[in-house]
């Protein structure tokens, strides 16, 4: 697999090397260079295959000789080790919950293949990979759980005190082994500008080796794809074959690795973005000015990005086409308010608890399929378990979330989180004196 940057097509870098960069120094993102197309019969047979079965056939045509295949398969069923469900709510309208693993949100996807991946490529020899990654709850849990015990990393979490849940703060503090975390006196800009900030620091970097682990990095995007194809998968057992997905959005990781598996071949009569007040992407859609804004703080807090990253690999992906993307791509925003009312309204209809990042995507998929007579299959991506947002739930609907063993289990152990302040001089000091 080769790799161009969205700011120069003609560079080419190795799958390898595109992993530890994370980012080309243009500040563009990496994109593959070719994308391949899976087999009709591959597609339409995907329903005989398993979710490792298939992750293993859509990253092998993907890295193409970047991992030997025998190498990928072990790594492929070492990451992907947990389950991706459609659950049926009612007629045409399913959720993917896409909470099943370790840290109990979609992340575990990417930050457990990228874990992997990285551990791959570290030679005998190389030097310890540092990871450093800033957090507003969801993204931490799952990088320390993914490279929990992974042999030569260190995870260094930065996440902002008392602004994460219960669960999560106990997600990334309990872990001990290649995990540290550090509980910033600050906010999650604050985290995130000192991570950046050790990245161009010369010392640092002479010492250590520095890597970060965000939502950009392109191995966090090819696992992404595995469960939209999983999807389709499951829906052939249902004798259905027409797809519409809706997807919770903040960096539009989620949602452009759906978009990858479509140009891949994956059928998809629709996507939908759905998001909170930080519409850029909507609004976009609806009126051609793409427009970035400061992020807005709402309930559906792993969404609030007012420029989302991953944006430049959907605009590359669709280059030259436009007319084709707004037809592919239709988006939905909701405020607090309307987000609070459809986590209720799933409840009541369906029984059924969602998180507050779900909840918007249930919405937008409704409206959706109101306005729009087509047959297709609904799935609703369910990003993340409901356990992780107790405080944006209401304490009725709270009271019914099945707790799972891996949170129970949790509750025993102690925290384990250095305090400091949000100057980049204390951080630096930690990292020096703790080798
Ligand atoms: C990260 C996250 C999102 C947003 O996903 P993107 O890939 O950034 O669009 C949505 N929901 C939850 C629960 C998340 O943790």
Known sequence: M??????????SVSFKEAVFNSMPQDKGLYMPVSIPRLSEEFISNLDKYTLPEIAFEVAKSLLGDSIPEADLKVLINDAINFEAPIVKLEEDVYVLELFHGPSLAFKDFGARFMSRVMSYFLEVGEK????????????????????????NTRVTILYPKGKVSGVQEQQLTTNGQNIRALEIDGTFDDCQALVKQAFTDAELNEKYRLTSANSI???RLVPQTFYYFNTYAQLLKQNKNKVVFSVPSGNFGNIGAGLLAWKMGLPVEQFIAATNA??????????????PKPSIATISNAMDVGNPSNWVRIADLFKGDKDELKKLIVGYSYNDQETAEALEQVFNTNGYVVCPHTAIAWKALKEWQAANEDVASGVFLSTAHPCKFPD???AEIAAKIVIPESVKELEGKEKQAVEMSNRFEDFKAYLLNNI
């Not at 930080?278 to 427009?291: C, H, I, R, S, W």
């Open 217 to 219: 990095n392109i191995a």
């Open 128 to 151: 310890q990979l540092d990871v450093l990654v800033a957090t507003s709850g969801d993204t931490g849990g799952a990088v320390a759980l993914g490279f929990l015990g992974v042999p």
């Open 2 to 11: 080769k790799l161009y940057s969205t700011n120069n097509t003609s560079a």
């Open 392 to 394: 944006v739930i209401p």
């Open 278 to 291: 930080n519409d850029t992407v909507p609004a976009f859609l609806k009126t051609g000015v793409y427009e």
